[in-house]
């Protein structure tokens, strides 16, 4: 077979993915939050900073610090990063699953494409959305924000300290924070991915990848000695480093360590997927 083919086939998988309703959600709720939170800071930013700096105000003299659009631009990532695995795993869960449920499979294995070669496509197509997804995330929240609120210095706030990136400065670190950002909800991706080809129905891998993020992400913000120790080897630990693009100075050995780590997962689960899904018998 040629790479035409492979590319004929991502685009009918495409045109498939996005003929479905569902597809749509997250770009629904993507600008819903983010306008409403843009909306909110324009309306009341300085009532919002005053909150956010009144732990500090004791240690540090916060003043000339105003809500601008890379400001705001943070403030949505850290809002909705957490919201969008969710909003991937609603869609690839059903990728080959629901093809399976209504026995549409079927008919599409019996074309003279290879099984990997169509598992593969499907993923393609999968992965289009998720960086579809991350685009209009750095449309409205990026540039939309810039124009809405100026540019400006970004003030990462801790419990006890604050960092602050130069307006000059934080164009590039959004870019790599928007790629980590896409690299982790790939991971996503490919699970709920993965789980759908287990699955003879398409509700069941939904719900399973939803579940194990939301308990991965729970473990996560608790300080106890045992989750700890689970901490690292739990892939939604890692979906969080875009953040450390935003400490001075940037800790690239973390980074580089999560970012093989999300690799190493996609990898994982993308062979699991295909060996599966070669072995499965659809007839049954």
């Not at 909150?51 to 659009?69: A, D, K, P, R, V």
């Not at 608790?222 to 700890?228: A, H, R």
Request: charged share 15%.
């Amino acid at each position: 077979m040629k790479m035409n083919s492979l590319y004929s086939i991502v685009k009918i998988e495409c045109v498939k993915y996005w003929s479905k309703p569902r597809t749509y959600i997250g770009f629904i709720a993507i600008t819903t939050i983010v306008l409403l939170i843009q909306l909110a800071l324009y309306t009341d930013g300085k009532n919002y900073w005053d909150f956010l700096t009144q732990s500090l105000s004791q240690s540090f003299e916060i003043e000339g610090m105003e809500f601008n659009g890379n400001m705001v631009c943070f403030i949505i990532l850290q809002t909705l990063i957490v919201q969008m695995p969710l909003m991937v795993a609603l869609v690839s869960g059903d990728i080959v699953s629901g093809e399976v449920q209504s026995g549409t499979i079927r008919s599409l294995l019996t074309k003279p494409v290879s099984r990997t070669k169509i598992l593969i496509s499907k993923f393609i197509a999968a992965e289009i959305y998720t960086l579809a997804l991350i685009i209009w995330l750095g449309v409205l929240a990026y540039f939309l924000s810039l124009f809405l609120f100026g540019k400006g210095d970004v003030v990462v706030l801790k419990s006890d300290a604050l960092t602050v990136i130069r307006s000059a400065d934080v164009g590039i670190r959004f870019l790599f924070a928007f790629f980590m950002a896409f690299l982790s909800l790939s991971v996503i991706n490919c699970f709920a991915f993965m789980l759908s080809t287990f699955s003879n129905n398409s509700i069941t891998p939904i719900v399973i990848s939803m579940s194990v993020v939301i308990l991965f992400t729970i473990i996560g913000t608790f300080d106890i000695p045992l989750f700890e120790s689970i901490k690292p080897y739990l892939f939604t630990t890692h979906t969080i480093v875009w953040r450390n693009f935003f400490d001075n100075p940037i800790d690239w050995e973390l980074i580089i360590s999560s970012t093989c780590f999300l690799i190493v997962h996609i990898i994982v689960f993308l062979g699991a997927s295909i060996y599966y899904f070669n072995k499965k018998d659809f007839l049954q």
